[in-house]
């Protein structure tokens, strides 16, 4: 079928848009993505965009590396699957084996899963299911910060309730204790916010905590970045008084590390900055680079040894998706794992993410916009509700788009979240772009 009017026919009769309102998209200009390589899309039209968010967070390594995508290829003509229920398969115990030596210390045993709601909900099981096995009841709960965001199925949404996403389901979730969010707009650039901002923000989740300890099964966050709340960046301290209150109370705490895994925080892993090890530790999107759908939990060895049965006690998990732990995603995370550790690539990311902070303290200082923040290789602002807030960042987001810059907006937020080995010369390009895209948007 060619890339003209009868494919656009087709997408408009059949295909199922995720996060994408229906009329709208029906009125606009079809936006067909052809192919991809480095950090460019290229449009069946002919148009040849930056991707600014690395194609929803996850292509971390930019399009089409060519060790990844022979991995592919390569256990592709091998072994394409093979189930992991009383099996194993090589690729699957290398890849547990890698991740359990570079997690932080403690996290030794790996459970796949398939995409990150399906390894969210997974911990969420094994924190609940760890207590019963123990022969504790009642510890079925859990506390979540306000508009984070863990998944889309229906017990994940228990846990990251966004009223704009969620309000048709709200019925059928059973919702998590909501401490107040850690991220402060007011701090900006401001070098005190680590301490300051962290231990106010901490009374509301250290309240619950302690109120609810007896029915609580675990905590559960999004370190350092509550991505889809519009990129809300905290404090490292926050982190570590919630691993010292866990530790006190007997919590279990979870870290879905999904979005920002993998050097997106400018360290491998956003719990590694602030020295903390989770309980539970969940992993995906630039696992594999982005290029097939896999993820992980990772565990504590105390936690795994409380599924072990006995005579008396069926204590098995009884989860499991049809590709958890498939050949062929587990051969390319270890390829994945090879490029990160041989080309250095987090360490080769200082000098951009020095760029975008520069970049973003540019653009904190434009009248339309209330504040910005960066983490890492993570730039975002928010436009202010007076310069007309979600609709100024939706034009926005299609200025870019004629520039030659892919960006998507989280409500009146902006951000940039390119793949790791963006070059200078295309960051610069991506952020003048930006910064252009801001002013054209302008009244």
Known sequence: ??????????????????????????????????????????????????????????????????????????????????????MSHAPAIELAERLASIAPPGLTRCYFASDGASATEAALKIAIQYWYNLGVRGKNKFIAIEDGYHGDTLGVVGVGYVPYF????????RRAYTAASPHCACCQFDTDWEVHCAKKAFESMEALAREHRDDLAAVIVEPLCQGAAGMRIYPAEYLRRLRALCDELGLLLIADEIAVGFGRTGSLFACGLAGISPDLFCLGKALTGGYLPMSAVLAAE????????????DRT??????????????????????VFEEE????????????????????????????????????????????????????????????????????????????????????????DRFHSAIAAAAP
Not at 166 to 173: I, K, N, T
């Open 344 to 431: 250095r690539v987090v360490e080769r990311c200082a000098p951009s993410m020095a760029t975008i902070r520069a970049g973003f303290g540019e653009l904190a200082k434009h009248p339309a916009v209330h504040y910005a923040k960066c983490l890492g290789m993570i730039g975002m602002c928010a436009i202010a509700e007076e310069a007309g807030g979600a609709a100024f960042a939706r034009r926005a987001a299609n200025a870019a788009y004629d520039l030659g810059l892919f960006i998507r907006p989280l409500g009146e937020v902006l951000y940039l979240w390119p793949p790791l080995t963006t070059t200078a010369g295309e960051l610069d390009a991506m952020l």
């Open 1 to 86: 079928m060619s890339a003209g009017p009868s494919l656009r026919d087709s997408d408009l009769r059949h295909l199922w848009h995720p996060y994408t309102h229906i009329a709208a998209y029906e009125a606009a200009p079809h936006r067909l993505i052809e192919r991809a390589e480095g950090v460019y899309l290229h449009t069946a039209s002919g148009d040849k965009l930056l991707d600014g968010i690395s194609s929803w967070w996850a292509v971390a390594l930019g399009h089409g590396h060519p060790r990844l995508v022979e991995a592919i290829r390569t256990q592709a003509g091998v072994l394409q699957h093979s189930i992991l229920g009383n």
């Open 302 to 313: 105390t936690i795994y040894d409380a599924f072990r049965s006995d005579e008396a006690h």
């Open 317 to 338: 998990f009884y989860d499991g998706h049809t590709y958890c732990g498939n050949p062929i995603t587990s051969a390319l995370a270890l390829a994945t794992l090879d």
């Open 166 to 173: 969620h309000a048709p389901f709200e019925g059928a979730v």
